[in-house]
């Protein structure tokens, strides 16, 4: 029995695993054994590689490419037309499918619509990627980073909202008001 939905024009191939409650939406195309999780979204026009693993809760917007190699925890949001890479150096005449590098998103992390993720990296849980961002190196826990390439430019909270620190390096989310800590270019939540 199929527990998630699918658009009519969504094409999904054999041996995938979907969990329930997902929605497929229209010309997203699922290739053979990826892993999409309960709760996702998947937007118009995405297309999920083969062995994806997306995990509970992720939301994939418009236009989004997904290719082998990437593996995105349970609540990430994945921006409209953001892009993925998995190989360092491509060439047409050259096969380098034995070459896919992994890029891994953590749990909770939003990646900016229009933003590149170079493969190989990790994107730590919480992190902010602004729009049009090109993340070419590591990206910390609760960091926001911006720009081409991308450079952190600050903190922010499980819910996205900048941290400001006081003198004792301690910050509160102004939605959630939770607290968070600044120590050793490391945040702790209190």
Known sequence: MIEYFAHETAVIDNDCSIGKDTKIWHFSHIMSNCVIGEQCNIGQNVV??????LG???KVQNNVSIYTGVICEDDVFLGPSMVFTNVINPRSAIKRKNEYQQTLV???ASIGA????ICGNTIGEYALIGAGAVVTKEVLPFA???GNPSKQIGWVSEYGHRLEFNKNGIAICKESNETYQLKNNTIIKL
Not at 114 to 117: D, E, G, L, Q, V
């Open 144 to 146: 926001l980073v911006v």
């Open 106 to 108: 953590k749990k909770g």
């Open 48 to 53: 999920v590689s083969p062995e994806v693993v």
């Open 56 to 58: 509970k809760n992720v």
């Open 114 to 117: 229009n933003a590149t993720i």
